[in-house]
């Protein structure tokens, strides 16, 4: 059974700060995504990764693909709050059919 | 806009009643994905139909039930409800099948806040 773990479970910082979040997997994965979910809304999926070692940039958010597919983070620069929510990785596992295994998330706020 | 549509944004409802939440995937999509979220906890997979059948089920309880319809509109079914029911509920659609579709990329509605007093 795969597991996908987040940490932190909760950050809450100051606008203009620099932010990492994790996610950690008990297996290898075929591919990755990220999603952001507002409060009261759908997740929406911000990226995915297929590759090891890939990285990818969407303006201010950054997301690496650990090298042995087990592994990929999410960097924030500059953190502003309109990036307050919820964010969550979700992995597909081969030997799962590729059904997707959901991370509990990592709930973000940032301050004014 | 995801694409994907979900009524009623809004349910309140009394213990012991059924309802029935529908979804509409976005144009071209086959699979459609039901999701639970309870208040601040991450999002818990009930089931999955592609194409009109069943093709996965996740931590479904026997009191709730789904279909997807020939137009592959989805309806998720619950019944005698408890208060413990009370989520957001999600419905998500992709575009293939997840065994062939590696990425599995889902596209969420804005969800049903379903309230049980």
């Known amino acids: 059974t795969q597991l996908l773990e987040q940490s932190p479970q909760f950050l809450s910082i100051q606008e203009g700060e620099n932010l990492t979040v994790y996610c950690n997997s008990s297996?290898?994965?075929?591919?990755l995504q990220w999603y952001r979910q507002e409060p009261g809304e759908g997740p929406v999926l911000l990226v995915t990764v297929v590759t090891g070692g890939e990285v990818k940039k969407l303006k201010r958010l950054t997301f690496q693909f650990g090298d042995a597919r087990k592994d990929s983070s999410l960097h924030i620069t500059a953190a502003q709050p309109g990036d307050t929510g919820l964010y969550l990785c979700?992995?597909?596992?081969?030997?799962?059919?590729?059904?997707?295994?959901w991370g509990a998330g990592t709930k973000l706020i940032i301050k004014p | 806009d995801s694409g994907v549509t979900q009524t009623p944004k809004h349910l309140i409802t009394a213990t012991g009643q059924r309802v029935t939440l529908r979804c509409s995937p976005r144009?071209?999509?086959?699979?459609v994905y039901w999701y639970q979220q309870s208040l601040d906890q991450g999002l818990q997979f009930l089931i999955q139909?592609?194409?009109?059948?069943?093709?996965a089920k996740g931590n479904i309880l026997e009191r709730f039930s789904a279909q997807q319809f020939p137009d592959l509109h989805s309806e998720l079914n619950l019944s005698s409800l408890e208060l413990g029911d009370s989520a957001l509920y999600f419905c998500?659609?992709?575009?293939?099948?997840?065994?062939?579709?590696?990425?599995?990329?889902?596209?969420f509605g804005p969800g049903t806040r379903l309230t049980v007093l």
């Open positions: 139909y592609y194409n009109g059948e069943e093709r």
């Open positions: 998500a659609s992709s575009v293939g099948l997840a065994g062939f579709d590696f990425r599995n990329e889902q596209f």
């Open positions: 144009s071209g999509d086959l699979s």
């Open positions: 979700a992995a597909s596992y081969m030997d799962s059919n590729y059904q997707l295994i």
């Open positions: 297996s290898v994965f075929s591919s």
